[in-house]
């Protein structure tokens, strides 16, 4: 497979085609494919490109042209969310990351390789710097987590008040909780309305569907 400018190339020709083919005009209200601007129906592709951190809504036929490659410069966010009612974690081991709120989110970041510890926070998503030595020991008690894809999907912990909850969810929930927390924060201690919003949240998330995201259990 050829890679470097002539690879560019190719992609830049595919989003060229693609383009010419979305004719259809912009009606007010509706979301547009953030590639190739076509139309989207409500349930649609999310695509996220590593480097940035960035997530764009995108079409079935970008989401197939773009993602489809080895070394592609955006990943398709999955769709799956897996509560994992028997995971397994000691107050111990969580005391040990080190983090300063209850509620976190862990992914692996494939570029450099390391895992990263994040937390929502008034300012937006803030990241742990703190040893995370004991987290091949986490990885090791839960089968769930060692087939998490990199970037794009992420380990949600939950331990705001009982019980505990832990999920595998798709990376956008978790910067969707990000955005709640960041836009309905108020004074020191958030006020009842952000709280009101994460126990909402987490409800959704327990719920059979979230569009069209399938809860299982694991």
């Not at 398709?76 to 976190?104: C, H, K, Y």
């Not at 794009?152 to 798709?170: H, I, K, Q, S």
């Not at 919003?197 to 409800?203: D, K, L, M």
Request: charged content about 25%.
């Amino acid at each position: 497979m050829n890679e470097g400018p002539d690879r560019e190339f190719e992609q830049g020709d595919a989003f060229a085609v693609l383009r010419q083919f979305s004719k259809r005009r912009r009606r007010s209200g509706l979301e547009h494919c953030e590639l190739c601007s076509a139309e989207l129906e409500e349930i649609h592709s999310h695509l996220l490109e590593p480097t940035t951190r960035q997530i764009m809504c995108a079409c079935e036929g970008c989401s197939m042209v773009f993602c489809g490659q080895e070394g592609a410069r955006y990943k398709r966010i999955p769709r799956q969310v897996r509560l994992l009612s028997g995971f397994e974690m000691t107050d111990l081991q969580w005391e040990a990351l080190m983090l300063p709120i209850n509620l976190a989110f862990f992914y692996r970041e494939s570029a450099s390789e390391k895992v990263r510890a994040m937390y929502p926070s008034p300012a937006g998503s803030m990241e742990s710097l703190l040893s995370l030595e004991s987290w091949g020991e986490i990885v090791a008690q839960n089968r769930p987590l060692q087939g998490m894809e990199a970037d794009v999907e992420a380990l949600l912990v939950n331990r705001v008040g009982a019980p505990f909850e832990y999920y595998t969810v798709p990376i956008d929930e978790c910067y969707r909780l990000v955005g709640l927390i960041r836009s309905q924060w108020k004074g020191l201690s958030g006020g009842n309305d952000v709280w009101a919003g994460i126990q909402g949240f987490f409800t959704d998330l327990k719920a059979k569907r979230i569009g069209d995201r399938k809860v299982v259990n694991a």
